[in-house]
């Protein structure tokens, strides 16, 4: 039974790096306390259930302890309908904290499911302040809905309802500023230590200001270079200096970005 001044009582199906980095700030917020941590690789659950004050770690299936208030199910997307189909059905509230799976992947298991989930990149051992961080949130029931949105409350100031499309759309437009350009900061750094000797840190103070103003102008208004003036000549040379797979890559964003600004 849920009791709103006592922590849930709670099971963590995951171990990976939004689990090692929101599981043990949802315990020392108070808002859970986590009996056992499911992963199928042993040692990933014991690491994450050191962790924790008195949480199990246990890899079978079977194992896992039916009897908690809570499930929270953090692991890659492809594998939450995957995990669902191991567990048993109770009638606890199931969470995950996917942004691009429906909640209804976990009907089976329950009447009361549904999500929680921090729209942020997690690393392990990488330290985030959740406090900033906007928590979408989504319940079958009002059940589901206030266990979802306790949680969130207990660690960040930024808790929004968000149905299965609207979460879709917020994960694409985050694989957009975060992972693509990740990639791109990582195709600059193999660039300047093949080529000239030095790493993206060179590219700093460019870096800074490129996030300056993405943050307070609309980031189309701040567009500069070779493409967004339609300077072929610079585009091509560019091109030469690089590998071909670099040079295409270069020239699909070259083009998208001149026909972004014809269209607009």
């Not at 339609?230 to 071909?244: A, C, F, W, Y």
Request: proline letters at 5%; charged letters at 25%; glycine letters at 8%.
């Amino acid at each position: 039974m849920i009791q709103k001044d006592k922590p849930i009582e709670a099971v963590v199906i995951g171990s990976g790096n939004v689990a090692s980095v929101v599981v043990p700030a949802l315990e020392k917020a108070g808002a859970i306390a986590v009996r056992q941590v499911y992963s199928p690789t042993p040692e990933h659950a014991s690491a994450l259930a050191g962790r924790l004050a008195g949480a199990e770690a246990v890899s079978d299936p079977l194992a896992v302890d039916m009897s908690a208030d809570l499930y929270l199910v953090s692991v890659k997307d492809d594998a939450i309908a995957k995990v669902a189909a191991q567990m048993r059905r109770n009638d606890a509230v199931w969470l995950h904290t996917s942004g691009g799976v429906e909640s209804s992947v976990m009907a089976p298991l329950t009447d009361s499911y549904g999500v929680f989930y921090p729209l942020q990149t997690f690393s392990r051992g990488v330290e985030v302040d959740l406090s900033v961080v906007p928590v979408f949130i989504q319940g079958s029931d009002v059940r589901s809905l206030d266990v979802a949105r306790r949680l969130g409350e207990s660690i960040s100031g930024k808790v929004y309802e968000a149905d299965g499309p609207m979460r879709a759309k917020l994960h694409a437009a985050a694989v957009y500023a975060c992972n693509f350009t990740n990639h791109l900061w990582a195709i600059a750094d193999d660039i300047l230590r093949r080529e000239t000797g030095t790493d993206l840190g060179v590219l700093r103070p460019l870096l800074e200001e490129t996030m300056r103003k993405a943050l307070t102008m609309r980031p189309a208004d701040g567009q500069t270079g070779p493409a967004r003036r339609g300077d072929r000549g610079v585009i091509e040379k560019h091109k030469s200096l690089l590998t071909q797979d670099e040079a295409q890559l270069y020239e699909t964003l070259s083009q998208h970005i001149m026909d972004y600004y014809e269209r607009n």
